[in-house]
């Protein structure tokens, strides 16, 4: 039998490269099949994936003419990655971004020699000086595109319109309040990157395209809105106020024309502007209205009947003795019609008829003018004002209430009051946005005229805007007479209450409400002036600010003045 | 044998072109890329323009340049405005007498006559 030649030595290599091979095997077989599947597919996909997030182009903002008054576009900003840069870089890029961008060193300095991979050097860079700092290539400092608000008009309706933040959502005014609609739903795209970090488009794993934000159409109009905040700003120089509001609205539908406030700040920068400045006072303040609540005493008065136009009222000559204290005049008057106690504004008057109308009915009155509640206009921050239930009322209530003491209002709740005399006695819901509608136009939701309620019978609302004429044309609203159109309306001053409780015999609030023309009235408008001096009467301070800002904006809405009216009247009725 | 060679080739081949397919498309998707990367550049420029154009002709901008160059604009008074009938239904016009060429060479009246082409 043949003996087997064994080797030992060639039998120990091939053990020893058996168990290599054995070894390379099972760690191959580890590294392909176990690590791959719970590590190293992972730590491969994150170095490839390329997540991006597409960011929606936030809605337009436009006008009733659809003039664009609020939008977007991406800008430059600027970061740099310290741990990447030399001292010498550091150095370079300090010096080219001083120069460039008008930075200072010490911020720079402070900024480049963090041990980080990522600060911020400068955010939303205007292009002009991005531009030329990209093509220099410096290393270590990055740019990336950011989503910015702009507003071409800078301060026109910017209390209207509010700001956005940094991260392009919404923070006051519109743009707060229909933030929802505005910003859009955010897109999403995965792709593979290669070495270069650049993107491999051939492996896209997912690609959601970004939804932008619906466009707002206000029922802001851009020229009447620069009307009102030109004449504010003559106003503000001319009597130096505190503050300052307009509302031009439609009467018949509560569309909001304009409305402008003073101080004011610019919405595309509001950081710099104090608090105080951006303020929508229209909505946000209340104050004692005064004598234009007279408005509201007369009407309740004539719906109840109690008194007719030519029923004389016996003024006291300027003092009246009631309720333990005295009542005065800012002129004296004997007897008086009722028509004429409101074209004079007379206190003593006033007061003699609502205590002739009682508490209740009054109350009653101020309640269905929408006082005491907010008025719902789609504009965040709105006060109700404060009118007392009779069962608080004092003994003197009944004497203050009538000419706008012992109650506060907003401007916005006074446009609404005013309108519902103007259209016929319907108390109307202003609005402010028209439609939200997608970025091809088609609208999602519109606006429209809504009425709250009758406040007063239309024959009431006819004669009050007969009364209102009146005040205008022959009674303390004189200085709100206009060249062409008529008009009417009704002037307040107001003292202001002094801290400690008393009314000031030196601050007061002068305001004035009308609307234009008288017969068919096309506006309504609330003037307000806290403050003004040294002239602090609302018949000379506030009228003038209607008379301006009703024939301006009658005359751009193409309303025909009087004459030409007759004129055509005449040649029909000869024809 | 042959066919084993033939075979060899031709799978080389497809897996050639098929490599060949895999580059190209790269190369589209980086040419795709750099012209994404112009279109968002350049309709970020034609939003600026847009953007500028709009602030230039705000209306508290165009009047604060009127006011600097000292032009007075304003609203006309009542006595400036003369109201004109608007055309249209109810106007009356004179029909166009119509001479014929010859007769309107020698015509001592000067005529702007818009003629309706069919």
Request: net charge positive; with cysteine.
């Amino acid at each position: 039998m043949h003996k087997r030649n064994r080797n030992p030595r060639l039998g120990a290599i091939l053990l020893l490269f058996t168990a290599s091979f054995a070894l390379i095997f099972l760690r191959l077989f580890y590294v392909q099949v176990i690590d791959s599947a719970f590590r190293l597919s992972k730590l491969a996909a994150n170095q490839h994936a390329l997540t991006i997030e597409l960011s929606p182009e936030r809605g337009r903002i436009f006008d009733r003419n659809l003039n664009v008054l609020a939008v977007s576009r991406n800008v430059y900003s600027v970061y740099a990655v310290p741990r990447d840069m030399t001292q010498r870089e550091k150095a370079i890029a300090m010096r080219t971004l001083a120069s460039c961008l008008g930075l200072k060193g010490n911020y720079l300095s402070e900024r480049l020699n963090k041990d980080k991979l990522f600060v911020w050097i400068a955010r939303e860079v205007p292009d002009e000086k991005a531009k030329p700092l990209i093509a220099l290539k410096l290393k270590g400092l990055g740019f990336v595109k950011e989503p910015k608000r702009f507003y071409p008009d800078g301060t026109l309706a910017s209390h209207v319109l509010g700001f956005v933040g940094r991260d392009d959502k919404g923070l006051e005014g519109l743009e707060l309040l229909y933030d929802k609609y505005l910003k859009g739903v955010k897109g999403v795209r995965v792709l593979e990157k290669d070495a270069k970090r650049r993107m491999i488009y051939r492996f896209e794993s997912k690609h959601v395209l970004p939804k932008d934000g619906c466009d707002l159409v206000l029922t802001i109009d851009e020229t009447i809105q620069h009307i009102v905040e030109r004449e504010l700003d003559k106003a503000m120089k001319e009597f130096h106020p505190k503050g300052a509001s307009v509302i031009v609205m439609s009467p018949q539908t509560g569309e909001i024309l304009a409305i402008a406030n003073r101080p004011a700040f610019n919405s595309n920068s509001p950081s710099g502007a104090p608090i105080d400045a951006r303020r929508n006072r229209a909505i946000t303040d209340s104050f004692e209205p005064g004598s234009t609540f007279k408005i509201v005493t007369a009407s309740a008065a004539l719906e109840s009947n109690i008194l007719r136009e030519n029923d004389k009222v016996f003024c006291e000559n300027g003092a009246y003795f009631v309720a333990g204290h005295t009542l005065h005049d800012h002129k004296p008057h004997g007897w008086l019609t009722f028509r004429e106690v409101i074209e004079k504004s007379s206190n003593i008057g006033t007061c003699k008829v609502a205590m002739k109308l009682g508490g209740e009915r009054l109350y009653k009155a101020i309640c269905l003018f929408g006082f005491g509640k907010r008025t719902n206009i789609d504009l965040p921050g709105e006060i109700s004002g404060v009118v007392k239930p009779t069962s608080r009322w004092s003994k003197t209530t009944i004497t203050a209430v009538p000419m706008g003491q012992e109650v506060t209002v907003s401007a916005m709740q006074l446009a609404c009051a005013v309108s519902a005399i103007a259209n016929g006695g319907l108390l109307v819901k202003p609005h402010i946005v028209k439609a939200i509608q997608d970025r091809e136009g088609v609208p999602i939701k519109f606006a429209k005229p809504s009425y709250l309620r009758r406040v007063i019978s239309a024959q009431v609302a006819s004669k009050m805007r007969e009364f209102l004429a009146g005040v205008v044309e022959e009674g303390t609203g004189q200085m709100a007479k206009l060249p062409s159109y008529t008009a009417a309306g009704k002037t307040g001053t107001a003292q202001k209450i002094t801290p400690d409780g008393r009314y000031s015999h030196t601050d007061f609030v002068a305001s004035f409400v009308g609307f234009a023309p008288a017969e068919d009235p096309r506006l309504a408008i609330v003037v307000v002036l806290d403050n003004p001096h040294p002239y602090y009467y609302g018949g000379v301070v506030a009228a003038p600010v209607f008379k301006r800002i009703a024939v301006e904006t009658l005359r751009y809405l193409g309303v025909l003045p009087n004459e030409m009216i007759e004129a055509r009247l005449e040649k029909k009725g000869g024809a | 044998m042959k066919k084993f060679l033939f075979g060899i080739v031709v799978m080389t081949l497809f897996a050639l072109f098929y490599v060949h397919q895999e580059v190209e498309l790269l190369k589209i998707g980086y040419e795709l890329r750099s012209r994404e990367k112009l279109k968002t550049e350049l309709l970020d420029q034609k939003d600026i323009l847009t953007y500028n154009i709009l602030a230039l002709k705000a209306p508290s901008r165009l009047e604060s340049v009127l006011s600097f160059k000292g032009a007075d604009y304003r609203m006309p008074e009542r006595w400036e405005v003369v109201a004109f009938n608007s055309p249209g239904k109810g106007r009356v016009t004179a029909p166009i007498e119509r001479r014929g060429f010859i007769a309107d060479l020698f015509s001592l009246k000067r005529e702007a006559e818009a003629k309706t082409i069919k």
